[in-house]
């Protein structure tokens, strides 16, 4: 590569990404705080001219209920966990236009210059629980893409798996379902099989954001891996990790390590991709804005220095394709 870049990929989701952890307890003004901030968010995006990738959960795309039904595949995710489905919870709760509906902000994400609207499946679909299986998982994407094309005109083309789910016996149907790229884990041990979540997986990567374990968490773009050669498969890098309001210490680590994190990557000309969930903001909105425009700043930094540039995944996937 000619010049390092910084990716940066959001899981949105609102309630769709948490309703099988948060049950019938749902904090609304949680999901209200998430949808007032991603205009500052976008605004920073623009002030910083960063692209991003907003991995969209295809339930959002949907205006009210009845359209919400009318999208559903036919064939459902029969997890042996019942409660892991989205379309099980909704049996037992009620919809909320502010929690599961988010036509207007994916309008406004669209709008604002370098954002690409990706997929996060249709239904937060777990590629690695027991019970579900290829074909619902291919009408899954299908249903996402549907209603994207129906209601925006748009053919997705970034996928990012729930839960770091990332099931390789599914890259062919994301590649034959229109994708060209998808977020896989970094290539760590404490990374993969994210559904088997030990207490020693979860206590090294927590320490993992704060402390280096002798290894570059970004990496040269030209070895990403294409499947099929053609579907790119994107690594993470880092999380940001939601503010700790208990913790102000551990909050300014964990931004310094993402920061020394970018610099090296600038410096070896590598590939640095942030990921975050747009709610997790909603913990200190205020703080968490300030977080992210020190972390953009520092990449502007990194652009004049080093000549860093930054790219959605759609944007890194094209430039691999030259």
Not at 61 to 72: I, L, V
Not at 235 to 246: D, E, T, V
Not at 257 to 275: D, T
Request: a neutral charge; aromatic letters at 14%.
């Amino acid at each position: 590569m000619n010049h390092p870049i910084f990716t940066i990929s959001l899981d949105f989701e609102l309630l769709w990404g948490v309703f099988d952890k948060v049950g019938n307890v749902i904090d609304r003004e949680y999901f209200l705080k998430t949808r007032r901030l991603i205009p500052e968010m976008l605004a920073l995006f623009q002030k910083y001219q960063i692209e991003a990738t907003w991995a969209t959960v295809g339930m959002l795309f949907a205006e009210n209920e009845e359209e919400w039904n009318s999208y559903q595949p036919s064939l459902k995710p029969s997890y042996t966990d019942y409660n892991l489905s989205a379309y099980h919870w909704v049996r037992a709760n009620k919809l909320d236009s502010m929690c599961h509906f988010a036509p207007e902000i994916i309008r406004d994400i669209m709008n604002c210059p370098g954002q690409e609207i990706g997929s996060h499946t249709f239904a937060h679909y777990y590629t690695l629980s027991k019970g579900q299986t290829p074909l619902q998982f291919r009408a899954d994407l299908q249903a996402a893409q549907k209603i994207a094309k129906d209601k925006f005109d748009l053919s997705l083309k970034s996928l990012v798996f729930p839960r770091n789910h990332v099931n390789p016996l599914y890259m062919d149907i994301c590649l034959e379902e229109g994708f060209e790229q998808v977020r896989v884990n970094p290539p760590k041990w404490y990374w993969q099989e994210t559904q088997h979540e030990g207490s020693l997986k979860k206590a090294v990567r927590t320490l993992d954001c704060y402390f280096g374990f002798g290894e570059r968490s970004s990496y040269d773009g030209q070895k990403v891996v294409f499947w099929q050669e053609k579907l790119k498969l994107i690594p993470a890098s880092r999380i940001l990790k939601p503010i700790n309001q208990k913790s102000p210490l551990t909050n300014t680590r964990r931004i310094q390590r993402i920061k020394e994190e970018m610099s090296l990557a600038a410096k070896y000309q590598e590939v640095y991709h942030l990921w975050w969930h747009p709610h997790n903001f909603a913990v200190d909105p205020i703080q968490a804005l300030r977080e992210l425009e020190s972390i953009l700043a520092h990449y502007q930094f990194l652009n004049g220095k080093y000549g860093m540039k930054s790219m959605s995944m759609q944007s890194f996937g094209d430039f691999l394709n030259k």
